[in-house]
């Protein structure tokens, strides 16, 4: 820890069901516990970027800069530790997802000034993201709340018999709802 309470380590900014009250929070809150993170803040990304739903109402931040919305979300400051712990949630060497940098803004009380913060971010791995960005009709969301999540499925209550890079294929190729 720092000498601030502060987790030494990367800010990792969160935008889906890695945020509070969220099914895979859970893993937050573990590393918190561990000492392996803490909450920082709310924050907004400084560019808009499309954040948009696969299968099973997954979030993907897709890493196309200008499209799409400014995405609201969390910003935790994570151990090394704490980070190979989510880039295995997060699937980064089976190619679901990338940590890339990313740049927010805190967003404290009205009328504050606001701080800007170098973050990293899992974004849909590029293999897939434009076309999950054109299945999603070049549309995107502001925010992953409850309202986006309805339909959600828990990873354990997904087809085992298909990767999960499978299932993402199998949507991209479904006709547009």
């Not at 561990?34 to 400084?46: H, N």
């Not at 967003?107 to 054109?134: I, T």
């Amino acid at each position: 820890m720092g000498g601030d309470g502060m987790v030494d380590g990367h800010f990792v900014f969160t935008y889906g069901t890695l945020k509070r009250g969220f099914s895979n929070h859970g893993l937050i809150q573990e590393l918190v516990r561990a000492g392996d993170a803490s909450f920082v803040g709310d924050a907004r990304t400084t560019c808009r970027l499309p954040l948009v739903c696969g299968p099973y109402r997954v979030p993907f931040l897709l890493n196309l800069p200008g499209a799409g919305e400014r995405v609201a979300g969390e910003i935790y400051a994570v151990s090394p530790r704490g980070l190979a712990r989510m880039d295995e949630l997060e699937g980064t060497r089976r190619g679901h997802y990338e940590r890339l940098p990313i740049s927010v803004v805190l967003l404290g009380d009205p009328g504050s000034q606001l701080v800007e913060v170098a973050a990293e971010a899992y974004y849909a791995n590029p293999s897939y993201a434009g076309e999950l960005w054109r299945r999603n009709g070049e549309r995107g969301y502001s925010v992953y709340s409850e309202r986006e999540a309805t339909g959600y499925v828990k990873r354990k209550d997904r087809p085992q018999d298909i990767t999960f890079l499978e299932q993402i294929r199998l949507f991209v190729a479904s006709l547009q709802s």
